[in-house]
């Protein structure tokens, strides 16, 4: 039974970082793509970010490029999302997701198993 967990969020003051978790089980994790979504109050689901099986390729939406960075520890079976210089638009519930293989897609179809999520709020 695949598990998503994920972990790190808080509240944080604009500027700040965090780092957020997503342990996964249930699976062989090296063989699956992972992503990161998020969602607003009174917004709809937004793709963050996404990396490939091994980490071979990534994408970043255009709102978190160059702060957020996506990674993964395929030994600890983890993935991370590491979030500097945070807006208060970056507000928002934030999953990770397990890929239905190990190249990632932009359609969240493609997502087959989704975690609980983790609340981040940036706010002064």
């Known amino acids: 039974q695949v598990q998503l967990v994920e972990s790190g969020g808080g509240l944080v003051q604009p500027g700040g970082s965090l780092r957020l978790s997503c342990v996964a089980s249930?699976?062989?994790?090296?063989?699956?793509?992972m992503s990161w979504a998020r969602q607003a109050p009174g917004k709809g689901l937004e793709l963050v970010s996404y990396?490939?099986?091994?980490?071979?390729?990534?994408y970043y939406a255009d709102s978190v490029k160059g702060r957020f960075s996506i990674s993964r520890d395929n030994i600890k079976n983890t993935l991370y999302l590491q979030m500097n210089n945070l807006k208060p638009e970056d507000t928002a519930l934030y999953y990770c997701?397990?890929?239905?293989?190990?190249?990632?897609?932009?359609?969240?179809?493609?997502?087959?198993?989704w975690g609980q999520g983790t609340q981040v709020t940036v706010s002064s």
């Open positions: 249930g699976f062989i994790f090296d063989m699956y793509a």
């Open positions: 997701a397990k890929g239905r293989g190990s190249w990632a897609q932009l359609k969240f179809s493609e997502y087959d198993s």
């Open positions: 990396i490939f099986s091994d980490g071979s390729d990534t």
